[in-house]
């Protein structure tokens, strides 16, 4: 069982950055494919950007390309979400995933989920 916990969620002025953390617990992190999701009010949970196990293939959501960066640190069992250029249409609830692999994650297809962590972005 894995446990995830992320941190790094806050209220931020439109064109700042965050940098969102998700530490894991519980498993062999490095044995993991890991990603982010989102949830705005009233809408679906949506993919946002996921990373293989070894770190060396990254997948981004169309919407986030050019702003958001996922990259880990398997020794610290730890996957950051640096987020750039933040827009109000970025406000959501941000979730870790953990999934065996990349397909299965962004297809929403088992894995372990964090508790979220709010963003949110002010105009």
């Known amino acids: 069982q894995v446990q995830l916990v992320e941190s790094g969620g806050g209220l931020v002025q439109a064109g700042g950055s965050l940098r969102l953390s998700c530490a894991a617990s519980g498993g062999t992190f490095s044995s993991y494919a890991m990603g982010w999701f989102r949830q705005a009010p009233g809408k679906e949970r949506e993919f946002v950007a996921a990373i293989s196990s070894s770190g060396g293939t990254t997948y981004y959501a169309d919407s986030v390309k050019g702003r958001f960066t996922i990259s880990r640190d398997n020794a610290k069992n730890t996957v950051y979400l640096q987020i750039d250029s933040l827009k109000p249409g970025d406000t959501a609830v941000y979730f870790c995933?953990?999934?065996?692999?990349?397909?299965?994650?962004?297809?929403?297809?088992?894995?372990?989920w964090g508790q979220g962590t709010q963003v949110t972005v002010s105009s």
């Open positions: 995933k953990a999934a065996a692999s990349t397909s299965l994650l962004r297809a929403g297809i088992s894995g372990y």
